[in-house]
Each structure stands twice: as structure tokens, then as C-alpha cells.
């Protein structure tokens, strides 16, 4: 055993080096392929570089520890010789991905290089092993591409610009219909693109791109959006990523060739079934970037029944071997299905409840363990709020409503979640995160996200894309983090002008700041700010909470101050009221309180309260008549007077309100009191 063994090999079941147990090492991606590798699954080989390297690096002024050069360069070798192939060798390359895993799953948080390995030289080899040129040139553009956005930080709008000019020239809407001559053109304009922005050409050297792509990995642990997610999910920051590298399947060989991803169960509602997206000659980071607006999964039976039912039987076992729902990774190269990695999915509150309960009736999990699954933010998450139709017209059936409200229709998407959310839209996620920090609702609308928009992401109350579909990172990160969205919505219509900073559907124009509503339900969009309602806990989740219940030691009670309150805490469950605060019970009458604490006589002051007695007597009935017995604290009044006057912002508003009015003498009569 090597004393500081930095780089696990997993090439076969005979040849795997890491197990599960190795998570924190490995990181929770490469001690998956390990244990999968070693059940002889269909995992591309490769190996792993671990965690421990990337905290020497990052700790030690990015300088790799001792020995792991000469570890990557051994296992490199090695991974040549189990393929027949050398990287970026003559007579068909070897080309390996090098990718992102932390201990914790991060979705899209970190980075990933694909194709490394092509140059000017291996990639007409690649073309002539493949027979295939279109293939080879569309491989070499990406990884010009990616790599100089990852490794390199040069912005990938300049690269999406390239792309939808030699779109436009050769008269084509997707990539995949690019010719090889376009491609072949794309390929010197990335170059030149990549030279002139950066001062020097793409590295030609296989092993140079090898090893500037494994320090980039390492780096992508301390980039913004990594330590704000790290930050709103309570992950630690001293775990570090490992890195695998991983030989090449392509997704983009043809029609018969496709990348995508499955979830063993239905994220968003828990449903047993096999649920995902897949694209038709396309790499993986189509569908996850949201680039392209990907195929249902139930899709494939009809084009790859065999696959499919191989890709079923794949979950089937995962599900077994890891007790959870699985979220898997896949690439079909030439009709031949390979799994590039599996995670725990994430997942809505209203899903992780019931996939939890369903695991425990199937006899898979125990009820302890299912408790311990379900985060007290799953729970909050089971409460999303749906569009209150009642509110709008409390006369009229939810269809006429609906039927009527088509006029505000901007148009339609795919629901990522079961959420509805109304906010004001802003197109950019720094200034979605200003807005909100000022108390704005927010919608973050964007063309797609990327991992750089998390931070408006999670201070916003929902999410709409242009592009997209059920599987990309809006949608993944909206549903763990609670959020309401819509994806993939130019299907439905709408069109987001990203130069005139502004949303258009069905003539219909919404610009920055403007207020919108999404509806996940029917993942509808509307203009305008529609009430919206809590909604009730599911069954899973109801039912979890009882197993809780008989086996809690202590009992739940609920911080209430109206009638309303309490019964709604006791439908989840509460016994009792642990704190009534008698001064929210005047929220609803402000005026009254602010005539009470600002009256100048004795006499004006004892009107205001018996104004207000019979208002909070009512109120105290009321809670005693909910609680039948339970018990009811209650806090005596403490009135913080900033809750009840308003704001210096306010006041300085209606002064100058009345002085525009010419109206200003009524502050010195005294009929507008300051405090």
C-alpha cells in the first residue's frame, strides 16, 4: 500500500480499488462508479483523484502533495492499456471527462471538462476511427469550448455567440443540425476566439489540458457559487471535491446515439416510476444546462425499447443497493447504454415524504430510518403555495376562472415543481438578490441558469426559464430548495429578450420589476400578481409525522395568535399553543393601536382601547374555543413600538405626498401626528 495513496483505479470488477464506505475520500460520485464498477455495471472505467489532494492543493498555495503526479500519470497508463487506446493518440484517441464529486452531492455547483484529449491532430483520427467527421469536429468545438470557460474563465457568452451565427448561416435552429463544414468552421473560430481573448492558443498537449482541467476541478470547491450553496445548505466548506476522470462514451454519435437522466421515482410528486429526459445525439451537459429542451423518458420505449428496459432494470438494482431514490446520469453510444453516475435525487418535501413512506410499506427501510430522512425544510417544502382561485372570484368554479384569466396568459412551460409564486421578474440574479434583500417577492427569469445564479436562485420566491426541461439545473435546484418553477417555456410561447431585458408571450410584454405569477400546477404563466394560498401536508408526510408521534418524548406546541392560526397548527398536528402574543393580535387593527399610543388626552387614549377590547376579547374566545382543552399561553402585552408606527420612509412619503397637494399647513395643525 502506497503510504499516501492519492488516485484509486475502478477498470473492472476484478480491477476497483474504492468501495462505498469510501465517500468522504472518493467523494460520493467516484465511491458510486466504485461500487457499481465492482457489480459490473455498465460504468466507463477510470479512476478517481481524492479529496485529501484537493485540500493539499487548496491549502498549499495550489500545489499538488508529493507523489501525485506520478500517481495520475500511473493511472493513466494503465486506463490506456485496459482501452487500447492513448490520449490523444493516433489511430482512434483515447478522450476522458474530468469531472467534479464532493462527499455531499452538489448539483452543478462544480465543474466538468468533456472530450479532453482532442487537438488539431487527434481529431481527424477520431474522425477516421469513427467514420464519423461530424462527430469528431462537434466533440473538438465543445471541448474548446468548455475548457476555456472552466479552466480558462473565459465567459461561454462568446462561445454562444459564435454558435448562433454559424446557426444562423447555415439556416438551422438546433446545433445538432450543423453541418460538418459549419462545425468544421466553428472549430478555427473558438480557436481564434480562444487565442484572441486569452493571449495564447488552445493547448495542444493532451497531458497539459489533463492536468490544467484536474486544478481547475480542484479550484471550482472555492468558486462563488459552490460556497453560497454550501452556505444555504449547511454544507461544510472543509470537505474539498475529488475528481474523476473517466474514459469518453459519446452521446453525440448520431440517432442512434443519446445522453440523459433518470430518476428512479418521480422527484417532484414521488411516484413510483421511472421519470426523466433524454436528448437524441447530444452530451450531457445539454441536457443538464438546459441548452437544449430534451425528451420525456417514457419517449425512448418507442425509439430504444431495449434500452429502456435496461435502463429499468439498472434502477431497479440501484434502488435496491442503496435504499433510495437514485438519480442517474446515462449515455447510449451506438445503442449501447453506460451509466455515468448516481446520487440520492433530490427532491420536493411532498416527494421526500411519500418516496419515504413508500419505502418503509415496501419493506425496505424502517420507520425510524424514513424519519430520520425527512428534514424539518421537507416538511416546510410540503407547504407551497397554489394560486388561491376562490380569492379572485369566490363565486365562480376554478375552470371559468382560469377561462377568464387567459387574457393575462403570457404563455405555458414545464412545471419543475407543484409550487405557484408571484413576484416582481428580474432577468439577472444579482439584481434578483438586491430586490429581494430590499423585501421585494422576486421571480428570477432567466434564458436557463447556470450554477453562477444561485444565490438570486434561493433569494427569490420562484424560477422561469426560457429553455430547459424537467432535468435541468433550474428545475434540480429549484426542487431542492423549495422553490416554485417553470422550465422550458419557449415551448409554451414566451421569449426572453436578454438585450431589451424583457419577457414576451401572446403580445403580451413584461419588463424588469414588473410583477408575474407561476403556476406550477399547470405550469402556466401569468402577468400580474395572483393571490396565492398555503397548501395542506400530504399523506406521506402526515403519516410520517404520526410514526413521530409515537415515538416522541416531547410534544409540539405551536406559536399562535388568532383563531385561524391555531387550527391550521393543529392540523399539523400541534397540542396546544406554546406562545399567544397578545400584541399581534392588533395587526389587523393598526390604525387603532397607533390612535392608542399616540393620543394626547386621557380620554382619547381610553376611546382607542375600548375600540380594541371587544376586538381581542373575541380573539381570545375564539383560540379557547379551537383548543377544547389544550393548552393556551399566553404572553401579556409587549408592544415594540417600530411593528405598530410606521416607517421614516413612509412618513417622508406622505409629507411630501401632501405638500405636492399644496396640503403641508395640516402638519402644523396637528391632523396628520408624527411620532
Known amino acids: 500500500m502506497i503510504k499516501n495513496k492519492y488516485v484509486y483505479k475502478f477498470f473492472s470488477q476484478e480491477k476497483c480499488e474504492g468501495s462505498a464506505e469510501m465517500k468522504n475520500l472518493l467523494g460520493g460520485k467516484g465511491a458510486n462508479l466504485s461500487q457499481m464498477t465492482s457489480l459490473g455495471l455498465p460504468i466507463p472505467p477510470g479512476f478517481i483523484i481524492s479529496t485529501s489532494a484537493c485540500l493539499h492543493f487548496l491549502e498549499n498555495n495550489e500545489e499538488y502533495p508529493e507523489g501525485l503526479s506520478e500517481q495520475i500519470n500511473e493511472a493513466l497508463a494503465a486506463l490506456e492499456e485496459t482501452n487500447g487506446k492513448k490520449l490523444g493518440g493516433d489511430n482512434d484517441p483515447l478522450l476522458v471527462s474530468v469531472r467534479s464529486g464532493a462527499a455531499i452531492s452538489m448539483p452543478g455547483m462544480m465543474d466538468t471538462i468533456l472530450n479532453l484529449g482532442l487537438n488539431d491532430i487527434s481529431v481527424e ?9 461530424r462527430f469528431a469536429y462537434d466533440s473538438y468545438r465543445r471541448l474548446i469550448y468548455m475548457y476555456g470557460d472552466v479552466v480558462m474563465g473565459l465567459s461561454k457568452r462568446h462561445f454562444e455567440i459564435e454558435l448562433e451565427k454559424i446557426k444562423k448561416e447555415y439556416g438551422v435552429e438546433s446545433d445538432t443540425d450543423i453541418p460538418t463544414e459549419g462545425l468544421k468552421k466553428l472549430v478555427e473560430i473558438n480557436k481564434n476566439l480562444y487565442k484572441e481573448k486569452l493571449g495564447e492558443s488552445f493547448p495542444q498537449n493532451p497531458k497539459e489540458q489533463l492536468d490544467r482541467s484536474i486544478r481547475a476541478v480542484f479550484r471550482s470547491w472555492n468558486t462563488r457559487r459552490a460556497i453560497d450553496y454550501r452556505n444555504h445548505q449547511g454544507i461544510p466548506h472543509d470537505l474539498g471535491t475529488a475528481v474523476n476522470i473517466q474514459t469518453m462514451v459519446y452521446g453525440n454519435m448520431g440517432d442512434d446515439s443519446a445522453t440523459g437522466v433518470a430518476f428512479t421515482r418521480n422527484p417532484s410528486n414521488g411516484d413510483r416510476k421511472l421519470y426523466g429526459e433524454y436528448l437524441i445525439n447530444a452530451q450531457g451537459e445539454d441536457v443538464v444546462a438546459g441548452i437544449r429542451t430534451p425528451q420525456p423518458i417514457e419517449e425512448l420505449t418507442k425509439v430504444m425499447p431495449d434500452v429502456y428496459n435496461q435502463l429499468f432494470e439498472v434502477s431497479k438494482t440501484l434502488e435496491k443497493l442503496y435504499h433510495d431514490m437514485q438519480d442517474m446520469e446515462f449515455t447510449i453510444q451506438q445503442g449501447k447504454m453506460y451509466i455515468l453516475q448516481t446520487r440520492n435525487g433530490k427532491r420536493t418535501g411532498v416527494a421526500a415524504g411519500k418516496i419515504a413512506h413508500d419505502f418503509v410499506t415496501e419493506g425496505v427501510i424502517s420507520k425510524e430510518e424514513a424519519i430520520m430522512r425527512i428534514q424539518p425544510s421537507d416538511v416546510d417544502n410540503c407547504l407551497f403555495p397554489s394560486v388561491n382561485w376562490s380569492e379572485i372570484n369566490p363565486n365562480a368554479p376554478i375552470k371559468q376562472i382560469k377561462h377568464e384569466m387567459e387574457a393575462s396568459v403570457i404563455g405555458t412551460g414545464l412545471a419543475a415543481g407543484a409550487a405557484a409564486a408571484s413576484g416582481k421578474a428580474y432577468f439577472d440574479a444579482d439584481r434578483a438578490k438586491e430586490a429581494a434583500d430590499r423585501g421585494d417577492d422576486v421571480i428570477l427569469v432567466r434564458v436557463e441558469t447556470t450554477p453562477e ?20 439545473h433550474a428545475a434540480i435546484v429549484a426542487r431542492q430548495i423549495g422553490k416554485a418553477c417553470i422550465v422550458g417555456s419557449e415551448r409554451g410561447g414566451i421569449f426572453i429578450d436578454v438585450e431589451k431585458i424583457e419577457l414576451k408571450g401572446k403580445g403580451l410584454i ?5 410583477w408575474i405569477t407561476i403556476d406550477g400546477t399547470d405550469g402556466i404563466v401569468y402577468k400580474g400578481k395572483l393571490p396565492t394560498t398555503p397548501a395542506s401536508l400530504p399523506e406521506g408526510m402526515t403519516k410520517i409525522l404520526e410514526w413521530c408521534d409515537d415515538i416522541a418524548k416531547i410534544s409540539v406546541k405551536a406559536n399562535a395568535d388568532k383563531p385561524d392560526q391555531f387550527r391550521k397548527a393543529l392540523e399539523f398536528g400541534a397540542e396546544g399553543i406554546g406562545l ?10 393598526i390604525p387603532l393601536v397607533r390612535d392608542m399610543i399616540l393620543a394626547k388626552t386621557e380620554k382619547e387614549r381610553q376611546d382607542a382601547v375600548d375600540k380594541l377590547e371587544p376586538l381581542q376579547q373575541a380573539d381570545f374566545e375564539g383560540l379557547f374555543e379551537v383548543a377544547e382543552g389544550k393548552p393556551v399561553i399566553i404572553r401579556l402585552i409587549d408592544p415594540p413600538l417600530h411593528e405598530f408606527l410606521p416607517s421614516i420612509e413612509e412618513l417622508i412619503t406622505e409629507i411630501y405626498e401632501e405638500r405636492l397637494a399644496g396640503k403641508s399647513k395640516r402638519y402644523v395643525e396637528g391632523q396628520i401626528r408624527t411620532p
Request: net charge negative; glycine share 12%; proline share 0%.
Open 125 to 133: 483520427e477520431l474522425s477516421k476511427a469513427t467514420n464519423n467527421e
Open 510 to 514: 413584461i419588463r424588469e420589476g414588473e
Open 453 to 472: 445564479d444561485f444565490h438570486g436562485m434561493a433569494a427569490s420566491q420562484g424560477i422561469l426559464t426560457m429553455k430547459g426541461g424537467l432535468t435541468s
Open 580 to 589: 399567544c402574543r397578545t400584541e399581534h393580535m392588533f395587526f389587523d387593527n
